[in-house]
């Protein structure tokens, strides 16, 4: 079985300072790993995604996240917080090979706060 | 370019009624999932389907079942609505694959409160 854990429920920053959102995963197997994100009264739209090509992925407006198998971590990070990044954001976790059909586990969330 | 539509976006129902949260996607996906949003919780998965006229247990299925009669149409329902299923339900779509690496696509959300 699979875990996610996020790593407190609310950050807030000011505008134009690193946003950094912890991420950490359990997974038996090799796993592939998501950030979303989800505006008030919206669905949740990809960010970025790993799937066991590089470590450090690039994703939509300006995050990245870096893959580190030996601390089972997949931050999420920004060098430059800005106003429109307030939105909650989720880890998620699904299982390499096998039968996993995509299944996603979710982290609780974390919801981003930026400060003018 | 519609993407994941969840109809409908909002309901409010008695505790004992029933009804069925429609999802319909235009991308010809293979697999489907049905989620709810509670805070605090994330998302938990609650059913799901590789295809067409095939379904499967999530996370917490249990009050729920789930129809797949097309490929673009994945149902909701619940028999017998409770309190605890107030939440946000999300329906995702993606493109088959048994290893997992394909991004879901969302849908909006439906909100739905059991009085």
């Known amino acids: 079985a699979q875990s996610v854990t996020q790593l407190g429920s609310h950050v807030s920053v000011s505008e134009g300072a690193l946003v950094l959102l912890r991420c950490n995963y359990s997974s038996s197997v090799p796993p592939y790993l998501f950030w979303y994100v989800q505006y008030p009264n919206q669905g949740l739209q990809l960010l970025l995604k790993?799937?066991?090509?590089?470590?450090l992925v690039k994703g939509i407006n300006g995050f990245e996240a870096e893959f580190k198998k030996s601390e089972t971590s997949f931050h999420l990070t920004k060098p430059s917080a800005h106003m429109s990044d307030a939105a909650e954001y989720f880890c998620a976790v699904s299982l390499a090979g096998g039968t996993s059909y995509g299944k996603l586990t979710f982290g609780q969330g974390t919801i981003l706060t930026v400060h003018p | 370019n519609a993407g994941v539509t969840q109809t409908p976006k909002f309901r409010v129902l008695k505790t004992g009624q029933s009804m069925t949260l429609l999802c319909a996607q235009d991308?010809?996906?293979?697999?489907m999932y049905w989620y709810r949003q509670d805070p605090g919780m994330g998302l938990r998965l609650i059913h799901y389907s590789v295809g067409e006229g095939t379904t499967a247990k999530g996370e917490v299925p249990d009050g729920y079942n789930v129809s797949r009669l097309k490929k673009q149409n994945f149902l909701l329902g619940l028999e017998s609505a409770a309190p605890s299923q107030t939440s946000v339900y999300f329906c995702?779509?993606?493109?088959?694959?048994?290893?997992?690496?394909?991004?879901?696509?969302f849908g909006d959300g439906t909100r739905l409160s059991i009085l």
């Open positions: 995702a779509s993606s493109y088959s694959s048994r290893g997992g690496n394909q991004p879901q696509h």
């Open positions: 991308m010809n996906h293979e697999y």
């Open positions: 790993y799937t066991s090509a590089a470590t």
